[in-house]
């Protein structure tokens, strides 16, 4: 048994050394001529549907534009890391990971949690984050930080307005997951807009992430308040669970949600009878008749196995290239540091000279203030026959 | 009506817990294991199922019967692997190594399968129940759980006290030494509780999809917990302890999100455990263990 | 449980290879820092290393010297972490300079912790093996849930608390929010860096060294190896038992409060029970009352699988973690896998009776 520890401690020991120095590799310099742009998300866990999608679309903007002679000559490279959607230390990692592969321009995080968890790490960095879809209007309080998706209290009040404007329902309950940053905060601006609407809330559930399997007492209390809509500013795999047990329950009101509900027809095996007529908020639809829309969907399914993209997807596409153009603009050079780079850009994003045309702007150009905020207007789809129809 | 409703569902729940909690229960009664890896079996047969049912097409029940036979075999397989070697190791080493199980279990799926979580479709096609003018509802799932787990209650009893293999293990349980000199092919009645326990995950895996259809590699991990409180809730080692432990959680649980608070329901389950145990150490059912000096 | 009572002999030479080994470890990461030899994700895993270090010596004392199975190391953690959190960001105006601020915090942190381990300990305590795992395992997801659901605010007219939501608070639109549910503290100063948590480190083993070497060591590792006879003979089962206890859950608070003021979000469900049970990997993997196998266990089983991430098994780096966790358990507990890798190892151990 002594003996034994020993062997196992020295072990233990040699693979510490080995680990040790395989880890001090870092500060690699850049040495091709390239600009290298980070992407962490969740790659892995329940939210990978979102992360892969900002991946692949990135992925496949970045080809696009190195095939067209990438940023003055020089090409693009896009490096990944998996955080799991983690609003903690798993993020930061990620985030630590893509500065060891040499990122110089940060297009994420992709989950609000996470982005919460690292715009001081990258504000201390001083390191440009222009975020496809992390939502919270917290994520952009530094200035080196920017928002390609409309942010929690547009879509809060967007749909308070969309819901009183056209006299969706009179009873609305809503359930929502207080363990998650976008969630939260949509719920809240949602529920301060209805007030002012005068819109009856009788019912408000919640869940967490530890506690989000059974929703049968969630969907009970709103049945028993007779809620004609319950209001969904969730993600779509909870959301699934939900419309399942309102069926269980043999219970059938109106379905709202945001952003997050994308994806819910993507799902492996889902049944897609179930989303029949659930409304939601989306920048993107990709049915719409727009040439650069049908450009990308088309591109985006030949490159992926016929997957229809997501608006997550979109974003991350529009990102890639507004990152692009303002590169060229700056006329930023590969040898630059990330530091130099985001003093250009953060200038350049802002400026009243800068719009970008993209396939989520609805047909109108995305500009930015200095605040970090997009301009850009929800707009809400109906799922019909199992697919999203602009309503 | 609200509070019925209530009511059925948290019944439904227990019973599923009560499904899982026989598996810990009886392992743990014979081999005297905290078998971690119990609730990543569930996912596994969750896995097995939605490939033989929605990937080849095959009939819900006969997936359902290859799931069990999948789990089986896995249950047999960690067992002579992993748990078997360490028979004479401290308990905390076959708990880590448990632990370790369960870890190669979800990683191994989330190769396999991918990270994306699958939707599940219902193995269960018992048509819905509506009382009161459609005021309270019981879902086909519902009534399938309840009379799933009080049937398998009632033949694993009936296994235990009526077969040879049952009063195997009941020895076993007892004094594996004594056991061993009666006769007893120690081993071999280990594996079958592992193989007994595994099948029942199976079809846990089955009624737990079917109620709640999102299926990834981390499915099992809370169920098992809660299972598992079960089984101790009821005294560890009881069958008929684990059926009422898990349908008290499941009716606590469902019970405390609808009238409490949805965040606090867990911290009620494990508070009434906790009271539980403190006025009967070894759970509802469970036997007074007497001291060795 | 038996075979660790080696640890019993009050002996210095070896807890001075303990020191000698954690200066070493401190003087090459300095040199490596100074250096810039260090990649940004080694530099910020620097303080989590310690901590799970600090936490799996704490744990060590309650399941490798009094010999008691607990899985609630991370509610005591998230004890820490919230108090000591919520003592700095209540304090940032008070008391502006880090360097009084945080002892303070890490102090309190500690000693929340410690009531907290007091208060579970008297109830618990008197039951024993898995039991007294499920019933810990249980005290620190109700901690974890309690946590996850206060809703805390501050302005002009004061605190204002609830456990349902932010609008049940009723709390003036300008106030601050100090926790915020299940979404935890914000902001909290980032006081803790890696020579804070390497001094707190050093001071939990020597704190660990003393206790085990102490008169109330050797009392608490005679109820571990047996306790009736260690009752025959006088010695205060509860109290002993408490005592152990509440020093593994003070310095697991001041664990938290490192971890909770290294990151600038915090969420009680980092605290569930899957780092409870990581706590003990380490303990059991770095040798149950083995004080420097804890620290090499929690170092090595926290870097292996954030150093493969970009490696060729990136994507199955905790597949490899599980495979690597169930054969150390297979080797290190069964005497004939033991003595094969013996075989290997040296010929002649092979004859020797155990």
Redesign the interface.
């Known amino acids: ?5 020993k ?3 020295v072990l ?2 040699l ?2 050394v080995v ?2 120095f ?6 690699k310099k850049n040495s091709a001529n390239e600009i290298v742009i980070g992407i962490s998300g969740p ?4 939210a ?2 979102y992360g ?1 999608a900002v991946v692949n679309a990135a992925k496949l903007a970045i080809e696009e534009i190195n095939a067209a002679g990438g940023i003055n000559g020089i090409n693009l490279k896009l490096v990944t ?2 955080d799991e959607g983690d ?3 798993k993020a ?2 990620a985030y ?2 893509l ?3 040499g990122m110089q321009v940060f297009l994420g995080t992709v989950t609000t ?1 996470s982005c ?2 690292v ?2 790490k990258t504000k201390a960095d001083n390191m440009f984050q222009l975020t496809p879809s992390a939502s919270a209007d917290a994520v952009i309080a530094n200035d080196n930080c920017f928002q390609i998706c409309f942010n929690d209290s547009n879509q809060g009040i967007g749909s308070a307005q969309y819901i009183a404007e056209n006299n969706v329902a009179t009873k609305v309950a809503v359930i929502y997951d ?4 976008y969630s ?1 905060g949509i719920y ?1 601006t949602f ?1 301060a807009e209805a007030t002012k609407r005068n819109i009856a809330l009788v019912a ?8 989000n ?2 929703f ?3 969907i ?2 709103c ?2 308040a007779g809620a004609d809509l319950i209001f969904l500013p969730i993600y779509y ?1 909870e959301a ?2 939900i419309l ?1 047990a309102a069926e ?3 219970y059938a009101p109106k379905f709202f949600g945001c952003d997050g509900l994308d994806g819910l027809l993507a ?5 897609t009878k179930l989303a029949e007529g659930v409304m939601l908020l989306t920048p993107f639809a990709a049915d719409a008749d727009d040439a650069a829309i049908q450009k990308f969907v088309s591109a985006y399914k030949a490159k992926y196995n016929n997957e229809i993209p997501n608006q997550f997807a979109a974003d991350a596409y529009d990102g890639v290239y507004i990152i692009a153009e303002l590169l060229k603009a700056n006329n930023v050079t590969a040898d630059m540091s990330a530091s130099q780079i985001c003093d250009l850009l953060k200038v350049g994003i802002a400026a009243d000279s800068f719009s970008y045309n993209g396939i989520t702007g609805a047909g109108a150009a995305l500009t930015w203030d200095a605040s970090g905020a997009v301009s850009k207007k929800p707009m809400a789809v109906v799922i019909k026959d199992g697919t999203y129809v602009a309503l | ?2 509070f019925l ?2 009511l059925i ?1 948290g019944i439904s ?1 227990g019973s599923i817990y009560a499904v899982i909690a026989l598996g810990y229960t009886m392992v743990y009664g014979i081999a005297k294991m905290l078998n971690f890896a119990h609730g990543d079996v569930i996912m596994i047969g969750g896995y097995a199922i ?1 490939i033989a049912a ?1 990937k080849a097409g095959l009939h819900p029940l006969l997936a359902v019967i290859i799931a069990m036979g999948a789990c089986t075999i896995l249950g047999i397989t960690i067992e002579k692997i992993a748990y078997k070697p360490l028979r004479q190791a401290t308990s905390l080493a076959v708990l880590i190594t448990a632990i370790g199980v369960s870890y190669f279990l979800q990683n191994i799926a ?1 190769v396999i399968f991918g ?7 219902s193995v269960v096609n018992i048509p ?1 129940i ?1 009382l009161f003018d ?1 005021q309270v ?1 019981i ?1 086909g ?2 009534s399938a759980a309840i009379v799933i787990s009080l049937l398998i209650v009632i033949a694993l009893s009936l296994f235990i006290k009526r077969t040879k293999s049952g009063k195997a293990m009941l020895a076993v349980s007892e004094d594996k030494g004594a056991a061993q000199l009666m006769g007893i092919n120690v081993n071999k009645t280990i594996s079958l509780t592992f193989a007994i326990g595994s099948a029942l995950a199976a079809v846990a895996g089955a009624l737990y999809c079917s ?4 299926l ?1 590699n981390t499915t099992g991990a ?2 098992g917990i809660k299972a598992f409180t079960a089984a101790v809730f009821g005294g560890i080692g009881s069958i008929p302890g684990a059926m009422i432990g898990g349908i008290l959680i499941g009716v606590i ?3 405390g ?2 009238y409490i608070s ?2 606090l ?2 911290a009620i389950v494990f508070g009434v455990l906790i009271i539980i145990l403190m006025v009967k150490p070894t759970g509802i059912l469970g036997k007074k263990i007497n001291e060795k000096v | 449980m038996k ?1 660790s009572s ?1 640890s019993i002999k009050p002996n210095t030479k070896k807890s001075l290879i303990t020191y000698i080994m954690l200066v070493v470890a401190f003087v090459i990461v300095q040199i ?1 820092l100074a250096a ?10 620097l303080v ?1 290393l310690c901590v799970y270090a600090i936490l799996a010596v704490s744990l060590n004392l309650t399941v490798g010297i009094l010999g008691e199975l607990s899985l609630g190391q991370a509610g005591f953690m998230c004890i820490g972490a919230y108090s000591g959190s919520l003592f700095s960001n209540l304090m940032e105006t008070a008391i502006p300079e880090a360097m009084i601020r945080f002892p303070i915090a890490l102090l309190l942190g500690g000693i929340c912790a410690a009531i907290f381990g007091i208060l579970i300990g008297i109830p618990v305590l008197r039951l024993r093996g898995d039991y007294l795992a499920i019933v810990t395992l249980a005290f620190g997801e109700i901690i974890k ?1 309690i946590c ?2 206060i809703y805390l605010g501050r302005d002009a007219n004061g605190f204002h608390i609830s456990l349902k ?3 049940d608070m009723n709390m003036a639109a300008d106030g601050e929010m100090l926790i915020n ?3 935890g503290i ?1 902001g909290t100063p ?1 006081d803790s860096n890696f020579i804070i948590a390497f001094i707190i480190l050093f001071i939990t083993v020597v704190v660990s060294y003393n206790f085990v070497y102490s008169r109330t060591g050797r009392a608490v590792m005679s109820i571990r190896d047996n306790r009736i006879a260690a009752e025959s003979v006088g010695i205060n089962i509860t109290k002993y038992k408490l005592i152990t206890f509440a020093l593994t859950a003070f310095l697991a608070g001041v664990a938290g409060v490192i971890y909770s003021h290294n ?5 009680a ?2 605290f ?1 029970y899957n780092m409870s049970i990581l706590v003990l990997v380490f303990v059991v993997l ?2 149950i009352g ?1 004080i ?2 804890s620290i ?2 929690a ?2 089983l926290t ?2 699988p ?2 493969l ?3 060729i098994v990136g ?1 199955y780096r905790m597949l490899f973690y599980a495979i690597i966790l169930i054969s ?1 358990m297979l080797f ?1 507990s069964n005497k004939t896998f ?1 003595d094969k ?2 075989g290997l ?1 040296s010929k002649k ?1 092979k004859g020797e009776v ?1």
């Not at chain 1, 207080?178 to 940053?181: F, G, I, K, Q, T």
Request: overall charge neutral; charged content about 20%.
């Open positions: 048994m002594k003996n034994f520890k062997i196992f401690a233990l020991a693979t510490l680990t040790c395989a880890a001090c590799g870092g500060n790659l892995t866990g329940g990978a549907q892969n890391a998996d609003p903690g230390d930061v990692s630590n990971s500065k060891d592969q949690g919460l968890a715009i001081d207080s363990s998650d940053a939260t809240n529920k408000e559930q919640s869940f967490t992430k530890d506690s399997k059974d049968s007492a969630q009970q209390a049945k028993t795999q699934s669970l399942k269980s329950a043999s799902m492996n095996g889902f049944d | 009506m609200g409703s209530n569902n729940l939605y929605s989330l990270a994306n979580p699958v939707n599940f479709t819905s509506k459609g509802v879902s799932e519902t109620a709640y259809p999102i990834s809370m169920p649980e469902i019970l999100r609808a949805s965040q329901a867990d | 075979k080696k490596m810039g030899e260090m990649s940004y994700m080694m530099q910020d895993l989590p849930n996850a659901s939501s932010v609008t549910g299940a979404l914000n980032k990151f600038s979000t915090l969420q469900s980092k569930d770095g040798g083995s420097p196998g090499i266990a170092i090595a870097l292996i954030e150093l991430r970009d490696t994507d150390m290190s033991k890798l013996f190892v151990k155990k």
